[in-house]
T-cell receptor
Framework: AQKITQTQPGMFVQEKEAVTLDCTYD???????LFWYKQPSSGEMIFLIY??????QNATEGRYSLNFQKARKSANLVISASQLGDSAMYFC?????????????FGDGTTLTVKP | KAGVTQTPRYLIKTRGQQVTLSCSPI?????VSWYQQTPGQGLQFLFE???????NKGNFPGRFSGRQFSNSRSEMNVSTLELGDSALYLC?????????????FGSGTRLTVV
């Protein structure tokens, strides 16, 4: 069964510094996608970045990068040069392509607070 | 380009009643997924529709049902509401359902059952 684990309920970071949010996953499907979403206090989920299980390089999207370590089954999100607007809940999610088509499993989330 | 639209934004219902939530995906998107978000259980997958067919269903009782219309708009229905059904219900759409480019979520419907 697919499972996502985010071990950091809350994180603090100083403005302009980098921060890493941890995510580990478990799946027996060799083909899967990993995602990170941001949920501000308004409630809307915002897609940040995607990594495919067969992708050779780590995904990057602006200030966001995904540190993908397949053998360790980890997909950590790195936010560089944190901004006050980055304060939000961050969710790691996974979608198996073969065994659970149409379903994404989410972690419990990490609340990030950026300090001025 | 319009985003995913969920209506209504807020709902207050009484235990035992039923409720219907609506989701209009991004134009051209054929996949619509529904999630329930609560402080205790986090984000739980309800079901996903693709071209009017339910492709997958989460572990929810039969009181939770959904459908998708030919224009890709989707509705979910909860019958015989219970207090525990109070949650933020999120709808997400994608073009193919593969989600390679992530899903676009709506702002959600916050349901309160009293």
């Amino acid at each position: 069964a697919q499972k996502i684990t985010q071990t950091q309920p809350g994180m603090f970071v100083q403005e302009k510094e980098a921060v890493t949010l941890d995510c580990t996953y478990d799946t027996s499907d060799p083909s899967y996608g990993l995602f990170w979403y941001k949920q501000p206090s308004s409630g809307e989920m915002i897609f940040l970045i995607y990594q495919g299980s067969y992708d050779q390089q780590n995904a990057t999207e602006g200030r966001y990068s995904l540190n993908f370590q397949k053998a360790r089954k980890s997909a950590n999100l790195v936010i560089s040069a944190s901004q006050l607007g980055d304060s939000a809940m961050y969710f790691c999610a996974m979608r198996e392509r073969n065994t659970n088509a149409g379903k994404s499993t989410f972690g419990d989330g990490t609340t990030l607070t950026v300090k001025p | 380009k319009a985003g995913v639209t969920q209506t209504p934004r807020y709902l207050i219902k009484t235990r035992g009643q039923q409720v219907t939530l609506s989701c209009s995906p991004i134009s051209g998107h054929r996949s619509v997924s529904w999630y329930q978000q609560t402080p205790g259980q986090g984000l739980q997958f309800l079901f996903e529709y693709f071209s009017e067919t339910q492709r997958n269903k989460g572990n929810f009782p039969g009181r939770f049902s959904g459908r998708q219309f030919s224009n890709s708009r989707s509705e979910m229905n909860v019958s015989t509401l219970e207090l525990g059904d109070s949650a933020l219900y999120l709808c997400a759409s994608s073009a193919t359902g593969g989600g390679d480019y992530g899903y676009t979520f709506g702002s959600g419907t916050r349901l309160t059952v009293v």
